[in-house]
């Protein structure tokens, strides 16, 4: 039957365009999941892991973040970076760029990445206050309370006091988490499932917790490696702009330099440390020294770890909050 040419059949759409060469800059609690999503695409140049528990140190995360950007852009593979933080006391603020594309989640911090989206992270944080979060790189580096952490932490106190004192520290640490009532433990499918899930029912055994086994959602993780942006999800950051913290659903912006009146370098991130840069590892390089069994969460630090986020002295999820 012959087309009436008053209606032509819909063009198939076009397809979308391929993602630029992107590298890879990711903390090591992710890694796992980060090598076998991007296994395979053609545009992954570099993967870079930077130690797990630099956001207890923000000075310390941002300035490593920065020294692994600057080593990628000089390096001059990638046209943009795909950052596999979230905003993590905010230690991702103020990156510099000169010539990379910043690829960002809109995340609150790693636990975003395993449930999959920011507005299900949201509804986790108002429904299960009580929540401590475990997931497979939390366990690997046994930073989340159970006995191997309190072993760890005691091994380090008898280095500098008394057992009584060491003894009485310990203490101090469990009644940080004493509001917590539950051990979660997500995954989005990588690693051994049942060792991780046992693993942390022994935690919340040894602390007196229930547990619950939560779904992840690997899609917001898959998407950010795959190169599928949408401004929903993602936040792109251009050369000369650089990531500030944003109190409202949208959790991060870009801000133009020039706005700022200042230098990015220059930006004071909160912290009450003042630590160096640590080098990140590259795809095949060895761990650095620290990269596991590091990073236990302070007085006052949130459910996987981080301070609270907060802005001018309000908590953005209030304080009950479960950062990681």
């Known amino acids: 039957m012959p087309q009436n040419s008053a209606n032509p059949l819909p063009l198939p759409p076009a397809p979308a365009p391929a993602p630029p060469p992107t590298a890879v800059v990711s903390c090591a609690v992710l890694e796992d999941e980060v090598r076998a999503f991007a296994a395979g695409l053609p545009h992954i140049t570099d993967l870079a892991f930077l130690p797990q528990g630099l956001h207890n140190e923000p000075r310390r995360l941002n300035a490593s973040v920065a020294a692994a950007v600057a080593g990628i852009e000089a390096g001059g593979r990638a046209e943009a970076i795909a950052l596999v933080y979230g905003v993590c006391s905010r230690g991702i603020e103020a990156i510099p760029l000169r010539r990379c594309r910043l690829v960002v989640p809109r995340a609150h911090d790693c636990i975003t990445l395993f449930l999959g989206s920011k507005e299900r992270y949201q509804r986790f944080q108002q429904e299960n206050p009580a929540i401590y979060w475990y997931s497979p790189g939390w366990n690997k580096c046994h930073a989340a309370p159970g006995p191997d952490r309190f072993a760890r932490l005691r091994a380090d106190f008898l280095k500098k006091f008394p057992e009584d004192e060491a003894d009485y520290l310990i203490e101090m640490e469990r009644e940080l988490h004493a509001h917590y009532t539950t051990a979660a433990y997500v995954d989005v499918g990588i690693g051994d499932a049942a060792a991780n899930i046992a693993y942390t029912r022994r935690c919340a055994c040894w602390m007196g917790w229930d547990f619950q086994r939560v779904q992840g959602d690997p899609r917001l993780l898959r998407d950010l490696l795959a190169g599928h942006w949408d401004d929903d999800r993602f936040l792109v950051v251009q050369p000369r702009q650089f990531v500030r913290l944003s109190i409202d659903d949208r959790v991060i912006k870009a801000v133009d330099e020039a706005s700022e ?52 002295g309000e908590g953005v999820h209030g304080p009950a909050a479960h950062d990681s």
């Open 261 to 312: 009146g200042e230098n990015p370098k220059a930006q004071k991130i909160k912290s009450q440390t003042n630590g160096g840069a640590e080098a990140p590892r590259d795809a095949t390089g060895d761990p650095p020294a620290g990269l596991r069994g590091t990073g236990d969460p302070p007085a006052g630090s949130s459910a996987t770890g981080d301070p609270p986020v907060s802005v001018d």
